[in-house]
């Protein structure tokens, strides 16, 4: 069955007017000094999808591509929103065992402890923190009980392109259950808290969130000094809208882009430039050695990729 359905889709490809798509061109290269790149949603997703028209995503293209951003422009800010990890199997252990790896290989700047890698791949988080060196960053969990605190940081500074940078991120709404050794603070609360710790210390706040509920990413983008806010994939009110400063910058699901803005500071304040989407596609070259991760994990527990 599989088979004559991807036969009909190769001779859909080859009718007059059904032609395979080609990618959409990548946006021009912003002109700030400094450009912000964030993904997010992985979920497992190592390689591109088995689309028959155009493959999107993976791991190993994503990783090529970064590699290129940063030979243009060594002022790259790299950020992750979460997403990544899965702990209910021994495959879903493996695939985000690889994820971490390459995310390492990849050199993030910060990665968001989600709600979802809480409450599906908990017990991944201090491995990869200790061994892989991922930047974790979360500002409104804390443990309840048992042991793994140092896994992340509530923020993180970093300097780029003559900017210091404020980073920190917030997971879901507030939570608390003893089935489970940890819990969240109202995440605005926290958002608040941690800006004002660091914002006469640096030059640009970012703020991580993995809510897709447009209604809280108001909330969070209009805490006083947040100057951007890195959404998941959805629906928002764009900030001349909202009546708000802070700028939205979002990617694809699944992988399948990454977002991108410029940012500078100029006559004392911060600037930001449009946000741009830039697929992950197959037409692209791939990192070889993030290529390598990803088909070793397929050779040795999925036996074929896509899976």
Same mark, same amino acid.
């Given at each position: 069955m599989i088979h004559r359905l991807l036969a009909a889709c190769l001779l859909l490809s080859l009718l007059p007017g059904c032609s395979r798509p080609k990618p959409p061109a990548p946006p021009s290269a912003p002109t700030?000094?400094?450009?912000?790149?964030?993904?997010?949603?992985?979920?497992?997703?190592?390689?591109?999808?088995?689309?028959? /028209?155009?493959?999107?995503?993976? /791991?190993?293209?994503r990783a090529e591509m970064i590699r290129r951003m940063r030979e243009k422009n060594p002022n790259l800010l790299l950020l992750d929103d979460g997403g990544n990890a899965r702990a209910r199997n021994l495959v879903e252990r493996m695939k985000t065992e690889i994820t971490w790896r390459a995310m390492h290989v990849m050199d993030y700047? @910060? %990665?968001?402890?989600?709600?979802?890698?809480?409450s599906e791949g908990f017990a991944t988080l201090l491995p990869a923190s200790r061994e892989q060196h991922i930047p974790f960053v979360v500002a409104?969990?804390? /443990?309840? +009980?048992?042991? $793994?605190?140092?896994?992340?940081?509530?923020?993180?500074?970093?300097?780029?392109?003559? *900017?210091?940078?404020?980073?920190? $991120?917030?997971?879901?709404?507030?939570?608390?259950? /003893?089935?489970?050794? +940890?819990? *969240?603070?109202?995440?605005?609360?926290?958002?608040?808290?941690?800006?004002?710790?660091?914002?006469?210390? %640096?030059?640009?706040?970012i703020a991580l969130s993995d809510s897709v509920l447009p209604r809280t990413n108001e909330r969070l983008a209009r805490v006083p000094g947040v100057d951007v806010l890195v959404v998941r994939p959805g629906e928002w009110i764009d900030a001349e809208k909202?009546?708000? &400063? @802070? &700028?939205?910058?979002?990617? $694809?699901?699944?992988?399948?882009?990454?977002?991108?803005?410029?940012?500078?500071?100029? @006559?004392?304040? &911060? %600037?930001?430039?449009?946000?741009?989407?830039?697929?992950?596609?197959?037409?692209?070259?791939?990192?070889?050695?993030?290529?390598?991760?990803?088909d070793d994990i397929y050779r040795t527990y999925l036996n074929q990729p896509g899976m």
């Open positions: 700030e000094s400094v450009w912000l790149v964030v993904s997010g949603d992985t979920d497992g997703n190592l390689d591109h999808c088995d689309c028959p /028209l155009l493959k999107e995503g993976g /791991l190993p293209v700047d @910060a %990665v968001l402890v989600s709600n979802d890698d809480l409104n969990m804390r /443990l309840t +009980y048992g042991k $793994g605190q140092g896994a992340w940081q509530k923020q993180r500074i970093v300097r780029r392109g003559g *900017l210091t940078f404020g980073i920190t $991120g917030v997971a879901g709404e507030a939570y608390s259950d /003893l089935a489970v050794p +940890y819990a *969240l603070e109202d995440p605005v609360v926290a958002l608040r808290r941690e800006v004002a710790a660091m914002r006469d210390l %640096v030059d640009v706040v909202a009546k708000r &400063t @802070a &700028t939205m910058v979002s990617f $694809g699901e699944e992988g399948k882009a990454l977002g991108r803005v410029g940012i500078d500071r100029r @006559a004392g304040r &911060t %600037v930001v430039g449009e946000p741009q989407m830039l697929p992950v596609v197959s037409s692209a070259t791939e990192d070889f050695q993030v290529r390598v991760m990803v």
